[in-house]
């Protein structure tokens, strides 16, 4: 059984690898300057705007934000796996791609996994067979064409039949116990149990889970069917049933309908979120190919991660009742942590009684898709909506209760120009400024230290208001980097004075987490200076974590270049997270207004200056966020330390002098 791709392998190939050979192989380039470019391959444009750097040997589209070196743009544009892409590259170098050998408990693992995607491919295959050709089919095609399904449709999504009867698929995979075992494990057959509630040991003791149901399988993000969901076309309870979690299926990480999402669109522009397999289908056969649905559980911080890492847009879409509200809630709770700036959230509660699926029917594709455009609401509305509930914002009351549950939510806003403006927008609706606002988090998060820690619900009555520390939403994937116009707003709020020398020199700066960042991207020798990451690893800014990780592989490892850091990136961190630094390092550190605006060349800067006074800022924001926090903690009437009050008293000093 194969291990991992050793790192030294990825290292080579890349420093191999052309990419402009490569791209160029597929969309033809234009050579401009140092650079290439064309029109972007992965957005819609007339005016080119993807750039390929040979001297980088890595893309970057200024249009959508899409990038990567070579291996990057093989899983884009071609649609594989990291080790598909690896192969397809080394491939075209003449090379053969070496393995790890992986540990004894690893290997036994990866033989199991591998086992187990086998056996639900061949599963998936015979339930599709039976659709068609089992005797009992005809009531399963009936219902599907009441439905208004097509062949197409049935065909793209797989769907198929598991027929009446308790041994159908054991019959035709598992011809001995230990292949009844695989199916257990597999979550497609349980074993029974005799009388006194034992399991019994031997593959005629197991029963089909599915029966006399259609059949949808679920895909994981490689086209690999990994569990099933089916729909009872008898009277049996439930009406719909999943299979259970096992070592290739955890419901909380898939999303069913992405894969074939992503293979009707080569561009996602946006997702349609819905409950369940045939609101999902019924708008594919309308020709709303971009429709997802979870589980059976609820919409959470990793369905929302993996949404997000193919589009910027979610529209979630649910029935009007009272569950689809309380689905609509957990969505949007578990969204908050993820809204960087440029991203969208909206929401469309259906009339009670409705589903995408039956309203669809009636209305047709187009007339659906104008409702969405027309009534869907932006997070912003249906938060303070959904929170103005039974609140007389008239009264000082009122107001009181809307600033103390939104205030705290909407600290789980990721620091962006969203966070920014959600606040303003509460401080419009309650007649409160920022600071006030700011002290009410800060007192609830002081309040709550001495309680339960526990995540915050939409109902203030429904949870605890989350304690600044050691909280989940804070160990965040790194936002997407800004726009330079959004980095100077936020520079400005950020501090006053460098905002001011800003616009003495006519220059815009990351800020400086970010900034330290790029500063490494650019200029890799600059990590050889941290001699300690105690204060990093600590920190719960996700820039700075990134930071601290970017330091330790530059200095275990300084002859990496750009594309070397990205390829090792990619692969240990996933593709989100290089995303981030490639767009980091695509960026312009220092500009000016004139270049601002005519998007040219940099101007010249010091590195080593830029680098020392990025970390002077920190310092000097740490000691302020420290002098806060204990004041905070005299006006809650706790005692302090002898160390704590002398720590406060020379901050006065300091602000004193």
């Known amino acids: 059984m194969t291990g991992k791709i050793p790192q030294h392998f990825i290292d080579d190939l890349l420093a191999r690898a052309d990419i402009v050979e490569l791209v160029d192989s597929r969309v033809k380039l234009r050579k401009t300057g140092k650079n290439y470019s064309a029109c972007c391959p992965f957005h819609d444009e007339k005016t080119p705007s993807f750039t390929v750097s040979p001297d980088k040997q890595f893309y970057y589209c200024f249009g959508c934000g899409a990038n990567g070196n070579a291996i990057g743009f ?34 036994k693992r990866q033989k199991e996994s591998q086992s187990l995607y086998q056996l639900t491919e061949k599963a998936a295959d015979y339930y599709r067979e039976q659709l068609r050709n089992h005797p009992a089919a005809g009531n399963a095609v009936a219902y599907l064409r009441n439905r208004g399904l097509s062949g197409e449709i049935a065909r793209d999504f797989g769907i198929g039949l598991a027929p009446p009867g308790w041994d159908n698929l054991l019959n035709a995979l598992a011809d001995n116990p230990e292949k009844a075992d695989q199916l257990e494990l597999a979550g497609l057959a349980i074993r029974r149990q005799d ?21 949808f399988p679920i895909r994981d993000q490689r086209g690999r069917a990994i569990a099933f969901g089916g729909r009872v076309l008898g009277d049996e309870k439930p009406k719909y049933l999943n299979s259970p979690e096992t070592p290739i299926f955890h419901k909380s990480r898939e999303l069913y309908g992405l894969w074939e999402a992503r293979q009707a669109n080569r561009n996602l522009e946006r997702l349609i979120v819905v409950e369940g397999y045939m609101d999902v289908v ?28 193919h589009t910027s847009e979610l529209l979630f879409c649910f029935d009007g009742d009272r569950a689809g509200r309380a689905a609509a809630r957990r969505a949007l709770e578990s969204a908050l942590p993820q809204m960087q700036d440029g991203r969208s959230l909206r929401f469309l509660l259906l009339p009670e009684g409705e589903d995408p699926d039956t309203l669809v029917r009636q209305l047709g ?78 007192a609830e998060k002081i309040r709550n230290t001495h309680t339960q820690r ?79 990451l105690e204060y990093f690893r600590a920190s719960n800014d996700p820039n700075l974590t990134l930071f601290s990780q970017l330091v330790e592989l530059l200095q275990t490892r300084p002859e990496y270049n750009l594309n070397q850091l990205l390829g090792y ?9 290089c995303d981030t630094l490639a767009k980091l390092a695509a960026s312009q550190l220092v500009s000016g207004v004139r270049q601002l605006a005519q998007g040219d060349c940099n101007l010249e800067y010091d590195p080593q200056t830029e680098f020392s006074d990025c970390l002077q800022r920190l310092e000097e924001s740490a000691n302020k966020q420290r002098k806060r926090n204990l004041l905070a903690q005299l006006k809650s009437g706790a005692q302090l330390s002898q160390e704590e009050q002398l720590a406060l008293l020379a901050n006065w000093r300091r602000k004193d002098n």
Not at 78 to 105: H, I, M, N, S
Not at 418 to 424: A, D, P, S
């Open 74 to 107: 093989l899983m884009e544009y071609d649609r594989l796996p990291f080790p598909e892409a690896v192969e397809k590259l080394a491939a075209t170098r003449g090379l053969e791609v070496p393995r790890e050998q992986l540990a004894p408990g690893q290997e």
């Open 195 to 215: 009388s006194d509630g034992n399991t019994k040991p031997n593959s005629r003791h197991h029963y089909d889970r599915f029966r006399n149901r259609i059949i």
């Open 282 to 309: 019924a708008l594919a056969q309308f020709d709303i190919r971009c429709a997802v649905a979870t589980l059976g559980t609820a919409c959470g911080e990793d369905h929302i991660q993996l949404a997000f890492r």
């Open 365 to 442: 594709g187009e007339r659906f898709q104008q409702l969405m455009e027309e009534q869907a609401l932006p997070l912003e509305d249906f938060l303070f909506d959904l929170l103005s509930e039974d609140i007389n914002l008239q009264t000082m009351d009122g107001r009181a209760r809307l600033s103390k549950s939104a205030a705290p939510l909407l600290d789980l806003l990721p620091e962006g120009v969203y966070r920014q403006l959600m606040f303003q927008q509460l401080a419009s609706r309650t007649g409160l400024d920022k600071e006030t606002l700011q002290e009410i988090i800060r």
């Open 454 to 532: 526990a995540q915050p619900t939409i109902a203030s009555t429904e949870g605890k208001i989350p304690p600044d520390a050691n909280h989940e939403s804070l160990h965040r994937t790194p936002p997407e980097p800004w726009p330079r116009e959004k980095e100077a707003y936020l520079a400005t709020e950020a501090s006053p004075q460098a905002a001011a020398n800003s616009r003495r020199s006519g220059q815009y700066r990351l800020p400086p987490e970010r900034m330290l960042i790029a500063l490494l991207l650019h200029h890799p020798q600059l990590a050889a200076q941290i001699e300690t």
């Open 569 to 577: 990136w990619r692969a240990h961190h996933g593709a989100e997270s």
